[in-house]
């Protein structure tokens, strides 16, 4: 049985404090700005104390469960509704509103519960803060690509868990979905590590002021240009280690996914359009026909219709045929008054000329007379 607990002590009207300093006794007489100036924002500081530490681990815990208290965010400033979601799917919405705490109506970003996961990793150190608060940040300082022959550029700023740069335990690879030739681009600006199950793997160089980086020109296989290709995923892998230099699969993150992370597949942190010329064609021209029988059958020998028993026009298109000729006179010419011969034949086409008279002379008989004076 244990003995009764001492009464508690009477509180002072503020807790003691640990630096010396003394709480004002006055409210303060001017109203602090209603926004707060970016200055002031911590990375991961969920309740805005000034501070990323496990309070802010269990606030964003609270907002998941939808706690009491922690229903309703809009009060709170951008910047801290961001840090719900460290992991940045915010930026991919609306993959992130559909994480949303069951009946959140207040759109992204929402927290979830793999964003207490990274919260939790980043305290402890495993991860890092990935610096990047809208699309158009994204577009302007991850992925630079000028021109065709031009230099292409990828960077993301890198942050440990107390928001300072750490350089000496953190390695950041990029994943630049790209294809063909352009896996063999040339890296001036970071490592390149080897092609991978999506694209082609580089270390960035850095930090420089917390900036990871790479730089890339074309193949040399292309005269240094990069081949045209739109919707060229990039991903960027953030593998850190312990003070031993050990690194584990726990200590590797990849914005958004990548088969790299463990347990992951690929999914593109953002897009972008590769400037380049286009490729010459890969397969040169056939003189023969792709297929060897036409595609279409030979035709029928039977019509597909029947013919109609009724004629489309009421009569035929040109007249019955005339009875009475055309023209009136005959088209030959009228004969010459000239002999066709030179000279008349001296051969009569007939061998004598044609009796006048007849071959039987008409007989006249004799009047007979009586004698009458014969002495
Ligand atoms: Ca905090």
Redesign the pocket.
């Known amino acids: 049985m244990c003995p009764p607990l001492p009464p508690p002590p009477t509180c002072p009207p503020f807790p003691p404090t640990t630096n010396g300093l003394h709480y004002p006794t006055t409210s303060p007489t001017v109203s602090p700005a209603t926004s707060p100036t970016q200055a002031s924002d911590?990375l991961?500081?969920?309740?805005?104390?000034?501070?990323?530490?496990t309070?802010?681990v269990q606030?964003l815990k609270n907002w998941v469960a939808g706690s009491s208290g922690y229903t309703d965010p809009t009060s709170l400033t951008t910047f801290q509704r961001q840090q719900f979601d460290p992991t940045l799917d915010f930026l991919t919405a609306p993959d992130d509103t559909s994480k949303c705490p069951q009946g959140w109506t207040y759109g992204t970003p929402c927290p979830h519960t793999q964003d207490i996961v990274y919260s939790n990793y980043v305290y402890a150190n495993f991860y890092r803060w990935m610096k990047l608060s809208s699309q158009a940040e994204v577009d302007a300082a991850v992925v630079e690509n000028t021109e065709p022959t031009g230099v292409l550029s990828f960077s993301v700023p890198i942050y440990g868990k107390d928001n300072a740069v750490v350089s000496d335990t953190t390695v950041v690879q990029f994943e630049i979905g790209v294809t063909g030739d352009n896996l063999q681009m040339q890296w001036s600006v970071g490592t390149y590590v080897s092609s991978s199950d999506d694209g082609v793997l580089v270390t960035a160089s850095g930090p420089s002021s917390g900036v990871y980086s790479a730089s890339a020109t074309g193949p040399t296989s292309n005269g240094n240009s990069f081949v045209a290709e739109s919707a060229v995923g990039f991903v960027a892998i953030v593998k850190t280690y312990d003070s031993e230099g050990a690194s584990a699969n726990e200590r590797v993150w990849a914005f958004q996914g990548s088969t790299q992370q463990y347990q992951s597949s690929y999914k593109a942190f953002t897009t972008f359009e590769l400037l380049g010329t286009t490729s010459a064609p890969t397969a040169s021209i056939t003189s023969s026909p792709i297929t060897s029988s036409p595609i279409t059958s030979a035709p029928s020998s039977t019509p597909t219709a029947a013919p109609s028993a009724t004629p489309t026009t009421s009569s035929p298109t040109s007249g019955a045929p005339s009875f009475t000729p055309t023209t009136a006179h005959p088209t030959t010419a009228s004969p010459t008054g000239a002999p066709t011969t030179v000279s008349p034949s001296t051969s009569p086409t007939t061998l004598s000329p044609p009796l006048m008279r007849s071959t039987s002379p008409t007989t006249f008989s004799p009047t007979t007379f009586s004698p009458q004076h014969c002495h």
């Open positions: 911590v991961g500081d969920v309740n805005r104390d000034g501070y990323f530490d309070f802010d606030a």
